[in-house]
């Protein structure tokens, strides 16, 4: 009996083997990595794979490349350094440093221009400061966010745009330190500088607000005009090292204008930066005083 029983259990482990073996599952499909233009990567089905790459993902790694003209190229990550031997940069700030520089400055944003301004700063790797006011920071914090992110600079330019100097003293320090609330809930960062609304101070406004003020060199007058060409050979027709540019990101023709000063500037050999980059590169260390240019 107890054979018998061996037996049984013998068959009965074969049988089960070969069974499943009949029915074992057929091989699964194999995978494939591919990459997306910003970076992303996924693992997928051979299929899946074939159908994010004719969707414009890539079956290796990709990167976007940089020309100071403004020029991009999305390249295997494998080429990129035949393209770094040829004049492509991996980052817009990796561009060779040119021995002029002007700080282009917008006021009174951010506002619904502000946007195209920033993408057309993007697009060359350039920088500009932005010197905001607070109902406009509260009213568009994300632009705010889009500027600070993309390496702009965030000048105060007070909460209400009053004129300082017709303030108390712990007015003007209210307006300057509500503001910079406000920017620093958006953005994180506090700033350190001021541009006074219409330019306007005296030695009193200066101790009351207890930080450096930055007026310009070059007034585009571009809120009067409201004139493209007109700002565009302002500012063409001045920029010199050093130079601090005024221009107001409120206006389409504002827009038009960047989109041609920034390319010509590069062109003639300018670098765009902050106003802290063109202070630090002149070595100026920046004091309670106002500031006209780096010079
Ligand atoms: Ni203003």
Request: contains cysteine; glycine residues 6%; proline residues 5%.
């Amino acid at each position: 009996m107890k054979k018998f029983l061996v037996i049984f259990i013998t068959l009965l482990i074969t049988f089960s083997i070969s069974a499943y073996a009949v029915s074992a599952p057929t091989l699964p499909e194999p995978v494939q990595k591919v990459y997306s233009p910003d970076g992303r990567i996924a693992l997928l089905p051979q299929s899946r794979a074939e159908e994010y790459i004719a969707a414009g993902w890539f079956d290796a790694p990709v990167v976007t490349i940089y020309k100071p003209n403004g020029e991009t190229s999305l390249v295997f990550m494998s080429d990129v350094h035949i393209h770094l031997a040829n004049g492509w940069y991996m980052s817009p700030d990796d561009f060779p440093k040119k021995t002029k520089a002007v700080a282009l400055t917008y006021d009174d944003g951010p506002s619904k221009y502000t946007n195209q301004v920033l993408d057309c700063l993007e697009r060359y790797g350039a920088k500009a400061t932005f010197f905001v006011v607070g109902t406009n920071v509260n009213r568009n914090p994300d632009i705010l966010r889009r500027a600070h992110s993309l390496g702009m600079e965030i000048g105060n330019h007070t909460a209400n745009h009053k004129r300082l100097t017709s303030l108390s003293a712990s007015s003007i320090a209210s307006e300057i330190n509500s503001n910079a609330t406000y920017i620093e809930n958006a953005t994180g960062i506090r700033p350190t500088f001021t541009r006074p609304p219409y330019g306007s101070y005296t030695s009193a406004t200066l101790s009351a607000a207890k930080q450096p003020f930055i007026l310009w060199s070059i007034d585009t007058l571009d809120w009067k005009t409201r004139n493209a060409d007109s700002t565009v050979s302002e500012v063409l027709s001045k920029a010199k090292d050093g130079d601090i540019i005024l221009m107001h990101d409120l206006y389409s023709a504002t827009v038009s204008a960047t989109e041609r000063i920034v390319p010509a500037l590069i062109d003639r050999g300018f670098d765009l930066v902050t106003v802290s980059e063109l202070a630090q590169r002149k070595g100026v260390t920046m004091g309670v005083a106002g500031y006209r240019s780096f010079k």
